[in-house]
Structure formats: C-alpha cells, structure tokens
T-cell receptor, first 114, second 113 residues
Framework: DVKVTQSSRYLVKRTGEKVFLECVQD?????MFWYRQDPGLGLRLIYF???????EKGDIPEGYSVSREKKERFSLILESASTNQTSMYLC?????????????FGPGTRLTVL | GDSVTQMEGPVTLSEEAFLTINCTYT??????LFWYVQYPGEGLQLLLK?????DKGSNKGFEATYRKETTSFHLEKGSVQVSDSAVYFC????????????FGAGTRLAVHP
C-alpha cells in the first residue's frame, strides 16, 4: 500500500516563527502536493512538485515555500508564520503516467499559529 | 478558470436512507472527475472516479455518473450506514497536466442509527 506520512499531527507555533512541515511517501511517486484545508473552502493547492528540485506554484502560494531535495520528501516552509496560516495542511503524492490518476494523501498536520 | 461546486452540508440522514450529494463543475475540455472521502481524523482517500462522459464510477455502494450535458457528477448511495459518516469532496483534474486537482468545498455527512 502507498503510504504518505507527515511529520506531525498537531503543531502549535508563534507568530513570526519559521515552520517546517515534512511529508514523505514510500512509493517512488514523481508528483507531490501541498494543500491547506479550511472549512467551507475545501482543499486549496499551495505548491506542487513533479520531480526532484522542481516546483510549481499552486493557487495560494503567498507566504509559503517548498523544498524537494529527494524524490520521497517534500517540505512546506512557512518563512514567518502568521495567524491566518492556522489551518489543516495535507500532503499528497501521485504517480506520473498512471491511468488511475489517484492522489494519495497523508493524515494531515493541524497547525495553530498563536 | 476551472471550479467545482458542491451542495452545502451538513447532510444528516438516518441509517438506510438514500443519499445524494450534488456536484457541478466548470472546466476547460473534459476533465476526469473524482469523489474523495475523508473519515474523521484521516486524510482523503479516493472513493470513485470517471474519466469521460457517461462513465459511471462506483465503489462501496456509492455511484456517480459523469454528465457532460449538465456538467454534473452527483454522488448517490441507496442505503447509507453509520460508517459512511465523513466529509465528501468532489474534484476535477485541472487543465495543464501534472495530475493537479481542483476540489469542491466538501459536504459533511452524518448518519445516525
């Protein structure tokens, strides 16, 4: 089974802190994604990566950056956390060229910025 | 741009009731359509999908038919169970490749005995 793991289930940070959210997948997937999930807004794409060291902005990249140094790991970075970044963050991965087109999700990290 | 609109929740049903969750979309071309489900405390998982017009996706008693003429992909189940309580997301594959998905806002379903 594909497994996507996220480094923390719950995280509390203070305004202005630098925050790292880590995601690891174990199925050699090329594509990886970071979303934030907010009530009434569904999932919104922050960034995605289609290969090592490659990244593309999603719909709401402002205030975030990403890093993909290894194929299995995709990190989301909040350079200076703000209260409006309090949210649930979900990581996902998918296989390039798969007829299934399925994205596999991690369990999420609930981040609170005080 | 591409978008997905779902009926607002929460939807509250008794066990064995019929379920419909409406989903309509706006998109360039003819994207693949998906329903994902999120059980409490978990990430999303694919429930079903359809890749072209008139396709019917089905899984675990749930069904949805890709209707090009009405740009819809409504989720149905004939008899819900308490274990179906979850948040359901409709999604489409965005234009431009890379398997990017655009999600609806999600619909929370609560089934009581």
């Amino acid at each position: 089974d594909v497994k996507v793991t996220q480094s923390s289930r719950y995280l509390v940070k203070r305004t202005g802190e630098k925050v790292f959210l880590e995601c690891v997948q174990d199925m050699d997937h090329e594509n990886m994604f970071w979303y934030r999930q907010d009530p009434g807004l569904g999932l919104r794409l922050i960034y995605f990566s289609y290969d090592v060291k490659m990244k593309e902005k999603g719909d709401i990249p402002e205030g975030y950056s990403v890093s993909r140094e290894k194929k299995e790991r995709f990190s989301l970075i909040l350079e200076s956390a703000s209260t409006n970044q309090t949210s649930m963050y979900l990581c996902a991965s998918s296989l390039v060229g798969s007829s299934d087109d399925e994205q596999f999700f991690g369990p999420g990290t609930r981040l609170t910025v005080l | 741009g591409d978008s997905v609109t779902q009926m607002e929740g929460p939807v509250t049903l008794s066990e064995e009731a019929f379920l419909t969750i409406n989903c309509t979309y706006t998109a360039t071309g003819y994207p693949s359509l998906f329903w994902y489900v999120q059980y409490p405390g978990e990430g999303l998982q694919l429930l079903l999908k359809a890749t072209k017009a008139d396709d019917k996706g089905s899984n675990k008693g749930f069904e949805a038919t890709y209707r090009k003429e009405t740009t819809s992909f409504h989720l149905e189940k004939g008899s819900v169970q308490v274990s179906d309580s979850a948040v359901y997301f409709c999604a489409l594959e965005a234009w431009g490749g890379y398997n990017k998905l655009i999600f609806g806002a999600g619909t929370r379903l609560a089934v009581h005995p």
